[in-house]
């Protein structure tokens, strides 16, 4: 599993441009949550060659109300979720009565917390520390995350307190065993189809969302092939006596399908596909995971019900249509069966191996087929192909102006080679490589003297090649003329008599 790092604080101490610095990426993953307007954002962060979660949160001022509470119930779910968090404080701003509330509040948590302090350019850093080590909250670090200074001393210090990332059956180095994670949203019935997959109840099973309270490996075996079920679900904790809050948990959603090769989708067929279904599919395609669609509840709805659910899956899963669908009841078993099937296909298609030639034939049928479009008057010419990866399949594709080739055209290529390899079951990587021009970037080193000489040859041997063409045009000409002079003459009619 990969470790979590949460980054927690008042408003505007630099929180997001931290994240930013450590993620490397202006897509980080956001979360949507029902009825919170303020949303924990995602990234992932790879430091000496490990890599772990980081959580951006809304700041903590002490004295949250109204939509305020909501970014703060947040920003302590993240600490939650959390195996390490850096409390970042205001260097420039000093030390508020707002750092000494949520440092207090950290110190409960029970959490392993470092002390950030940011924007020290131009500060003293020793009247700083004097200033913020009375949060006793142990050593600090000094960075400025707009410029990237600290950042290596911090990041070094982090490593050695987050926890070494687990090995097990789950390990990459297990290759036999097939890693199937099943995630949802909370009460779709993931619990439930796991024991019906198994046969036993292994998994709490409760109609109460968030019953599993943590992410559960379990290893069987079936018809002689090796398998390990991931169950994830959401936490259902109650914050207050007569409030709860439901804690979609991200960060197992995320290290699960981490640990998969295959993730099975449950969604429930009474409720529809939700905003939340459709980011967990985001997240899947996001890891190149082989996936397979499973529509709990199936039982019990109407046909004109069942014909809406389709419709729906038509228009809003229009972007996964590789993946296999499958309506099931986990609670009565039907259609369970061919889950692990589908599972087997999906996983054997996402580890393919395809030849190079294989590969390039199938390039030259797809252009046979449906040539590449004309840019500038010049085709693009696609080469060869050959395979650069799998889980998921990744294909290289070479050629010249590929980086001008449109996405209709992309689209199709990777339809041809689906249908082609039978790789249903998991997404398809394309990669385009444009030739090198040897000539691009040289400089002409010629004088214009040379120059000069070199276009009046040039024209020299148009001029040769011009004379040679009417020379010969001039002979053959005159040599047809003299044929038909030399030709005899049909006697006339009158002669003749």
Known sequence: MKPVIALVGRPNVGKSTLFNQLTRSRDALVADFAGLTRDRQYGTARIEGREFIVIDTGGL???????????????????????????????????????????????????????????????????????????????????????????????????????????GEHSDDDRDRIRIAVVGRPNVGKSTLINRLLGEERVLAFDQPGTTRDSIFIPFERDAQKYTLIDTAGVRRRARVNETIEKFSVVKTLQAVDAANVVILVLDAHEGITEQDQHLLGFVIERGRALIVAINKWDGMTPNERERVKQQMDYKLEFVRFAETHFISA???????????????????????????????????????????????????????????????????????????????????????????????????????????????????????????ARKKEKDKERIKRHAKSVVSRSSASKASTSKARSPRKPSSSSRR
């Open 61 to 167: 001022s002490g004295e949250e109300a109204g939509i305020d509470v909501l970014m703060q119930r947040q920003a302590w779910l993240a600490v939650d979720e959390a195996d390490l968090v850096f409390f970042i404080v205001d260097a420039r701003a000093g030390l508020s009565a707002a750092d000494e509330m949520v440092a207090e509040q950290l110190r409960r948590q029970g959490k392993p917390v470092m002390l950030v302090i940011n924007k020290i350019d131009g500060v003293d850093e020793s009247q700083v520390l004097g200033e913020f080590s009375s949060l006793g909250l142990g050593e600090a670090s000094f960075i400025a995350a707009s410029h990237g200074r600290g950042l290596h001393g911090l990041m070094a210090r982090a490593m050695a307190k987050l926890p070494k990332t687990e090995e």
């Open 331 to 453: 609670l009565h078993g039907t259609g369970v069966g061919l889950l692990m099937e589908a599972a087997v296909k999906a996983h054997r298609a996402a580890m393919s191996n395809i030849s190079t030639p294989a590969l390039t034939r199938e390039l030259e049928v797809a252009i046979f087929r449906h040539p590449p479009p004309m840019i500038h008057g010049r085709r693009i010419k696609l080469r060869y192909a050959h395979q650069g990866g799998s889980n998921p399949p990744v294909i290289v594709i070479h050629g010249k102006q590929t980086d001008r080739l449109p996405g209709s055209y992309k689209r199709y290529l990777e339809n041809h080679f689906r249908e082609a390899f039978q790789l249903y079951g998991t997404p398809i990587r394309l990669e385009f490589r444009t030739d090198e021009n040897p000539y691009e970037g040289k400089r002409d080193k010629l004088t214009p003297l040379q120059r000069y000489k």
